[in-house]
């Protein structure tokens, strides 16, 4: 009896974010009628697919043990390097795209490399290198707003193509979705990941670089920020400079409400999925509400508040 009570309580923990994005959902589809219609539920998912992406690459670094709070200032580099080198034809998207992945991946290096040689602390360490990223944007750009016209067409329905009646960007998130999960489950590297945010000390007796996993964490979650940065260029094609700068905040909700530990070793990125649908649905209803632009900033600092509060408490309970 005791088993199949621990069972059912092991379930519903590892669930909590589906179970609460149901709750939610429901909740709201009552006081908002609309809330359930086609257009809304899609305008959701393709408003949360930018920030989700990134948000899985976040999910690698916090699994290792870190974290990585330049994506905000990664995400609007990659932006701004996708507008300002006018991707019109083939050969300069392809080059543009692989400008900005690249960009990212040597941030995530560079992070990966000071944080996991030096041990310095992750969080101090990705503040500096968000400004350093602003900052090298702001140079880029001479501080001017940007806008780009006549984007190669490929590129453009990435940020705002459909299949049908349905968003693209929602697919590729689904997709790096899809693709983190199973790297998690089914990898060395993730069985590594797992074991370099649970117990460094001991995976590093066991034999594990867990300098060259975190580095690895790192890697990805820069790219991710520019996957993200490259769609929402494409979809806007119209950005300022300080675009991204604190986005981090967002991201980093997202994961945490997902279920990823703060303390690391813990979590799953088909948890930061639910997540991320679970923080835009919130926000979804405040602005179908009429909630003031204010207000929504105060609930969704409150919301990140009590996540972190209660990823503590729930670490603490083991």
């Not at 290198?129 to 880029?140: C, Q």
């Not at 649905?281 to 600092?301: D, H, P, R």
Request: charged share 10%; hydrophobic share 50%.
């Amino acid at each position: 009896m005791d088993d199949k009570k621990n069972h059912i309580k092991a379930v519903i923990r590892d669930n909590v974010p589906w179970i609460m994005l149901l709750v939610f959902s429901a909740l709201f589809s009552i006081l908002f009628p609309q809330f359930l219609t086609f257009r809304n539920i899609t305008n959701i998912l393709r408003n949360a697919s930018m920030i989700g992406i990134i948000a899985v690459g976040m999910t690698f670094a916090m699994i290792a043990g870190t974290f990585d709070l330049s994506v905000g200032s990664m995400m609007g580099l990659a932006a701004i390097i996708t507008l300002k080198m006018s991707p019109t034809d083939l050969p300069r998207t392809i080059l543009t795209v692989l400008v900005a992945l690249a960009a990212g991946a040597l941030v995530g290096m560079a992070n990966g490399l000071i944080v996991g040689r030096y041990r310095t602390s992750s969080i101090i360490t990705t503040i500096g290198m968000e400004y350093v990223v602003l900052g090298i944007t702001l140079v880029y750009t001479r501080g001017q707003h940007i806008t780009i016209k006549g984007m190669y067409k490929p590129l453009e329905f990435i940020g705002k193509g459909r299949i049908g009646t349905f968003p693209f960007p929602i697919i590729i998130f689904l997709a790096v979705a899809v693709i983190g999960q199973l790297i998690l489950s089914f990898t060395r590297f993730g069985r590594q990941l797992y074991a370099t945010g649970g117990n460094p000390n001991t995976s590093e007796l066991s034999g594990i670089n867990i300098g060259k996993v975190r580095v690895l964490a790192y890697i990805i979650s820069g790219v991710t920020a520019s996957i993200g940065g490259i769609m929402i260029a494409a979809r806007t094609q119209n950005l300022d400079p300080s675009f991204g700068f604190g986005q981090e905040t967002d991201v980093l909700t997202c994961v945490l409400l997902g279920g990823v530990s703060l303390y690391g070793g813990k979590g799953s990125v088909i948890g930061t999925f639910a997540g991320t649908l679970l923080l835009y649905v919130v926000s979804n209803a405040m602005t179908l509400s009429g909630t003031a632009y204010e207000m929504q900033l105060i609930c969704k600092g409150l919301i990140f508040l009590i996540t972190v509060a209660a990823s503590v408490i729930w670490q603490k309970k083991g």
